[in-house]
């Protein structure tokens, strides 16, 4: 990815209102600088003002946005970040008050998104969550965009550009609907055909910047973008994960959650995530470094549930012990692990007990298998989870021992060979 040479400089402005807890402002705030960083801008200041609440036409007072302007000149600052979504009208009485760009907590992580995203519908999915943020927000400037002007053939109502612009906006985001439509049903049909070939799923999921891509890339020997930043990755990605037993499984990557994530955003991306309903195990991945863990892991509880994945095995695997929270306390009602993804002996120990989970959700077997049948004796290395595998000299079979999915169509072969 090309960096871009010149980092914008930010400043950030929050609004702390007395229904907020200050711990939990602190951390967002927090989150919006690592997102300004991720999105390439240098934050030099924050402003925080403390109000009943959030001021219907400026977001802060009126005396707090004339500070923030003699703040913005002085520092030379080219954008200003609000750490929640503004109203369009909000939004154009900053513009009009200060010399700066102005843009909010979703249009900052909408930014993110579009940096992000690889796949055809990643990108489309971020185009479509952009129009829908812009098109109210296009109100009110009529009157400037008009395309009436002096001279023949412009007199008459004409049609404003502002009305022009949003049949536009409206039409494409039409044509988005569509085409990620079809894209859908082509994944539909691509994951009827996996689940067809039954292989094992495994998703990763987690709080943005848990360590997601750093683990999958581990566990699978990929090359996912891995770096100490948030929103690394937006796309679903899957790759083999072979288990310490031979067992052959796919682990798919996706994007991270994120807490407060405004709802323009849940329905573009939710797509992005209903790879999460098709695995058999969720690794949920919790950064036990940061402070805000426990928040951070609800809030994942909390998006996991509204997919409706609650029968889904999980194990929580608890990153970064190297770096732990002094603080930190488990709280996981699942399985759980503690790990450093760099760290390859904890890697090793997390795929032994992924392979527990698996095996409890197999049957056993127990079968003779005939020399003869190569095919299906290496089939049981890979799509099964083999314990014993003896010769016999005299009845020229193999003695195999170990465990299977029921629904898998191995085990219907194994029938045959079964005592």
Known sequence: MNQKETHEKAILVGCHTNAEDELRFDYSMEELGALTETAQGEVLASVIQKRDRVHPA???????????????DELEADIVIFNDELSPSQKRNLSAAINARIIDRTQLILDIFAQRARSKEGKLQVELAQLQYILPRLAGQGTALSRLGAGIGTRGPGETKLESDRRHIRRR???????????????????????????????????????????????????????????????????????????????????????????????????????????????????????????HEKTVKKLLDDLEVKEIPQITVYNKKDIQHPDFVPTAETESVFISAFDEGDRHALKEKMEKVVMAMMKRYDVEVPSTEGKLLSQLKNETILRELLFDEEGQFYRCKGYTLEDHQITGQLQKFSE
């Not at 400026?58 to 913005?72: D, S």
């Not at 994120?258 to 329905?267: N, S, V």
């Not at 992005?272 to 863990?293: C, G, I, K």
């Open 58 to 72: 400026t977001y802060i007072g009126k005396g707090k946005v004339e500070e923030l302007n003699v703040l913005v």
């Open 173 to 295: 985001i039409d044509d988005i609907k569509s085409q990620l439509s079809v894209i859908v049903q082509h994944r539909e049909r691509y994951r009827e055909r996996r689940k067809k070939n039954k292989a094992f799923q495994v998703a990763i999921v987690g709080y943005t910047n848990a360590g997601k891509s750093t683990l999958f890339n581990r566990l699978s020997e990929a090359e996912s973008y891995e770096e100490n930043q948030l929103f690394a990755t937006l796309d679903p990605m899957t790759r083999k994960l072979i288990l310490p037993s031979g067992f052959m499984s796919l682990i798919t990557d996706t994007v991270g959650f994120i807490q407060d994530l405004p709802t323009t955003l849940i329905a573009a991306f939710r797509s992005t995530l209903e790879e999460v309903r098709e695995a058999d195990l969720l690794l949920h991945v919790v950064d036990m470094s940061n402070p805000d863990y426990y928040h």
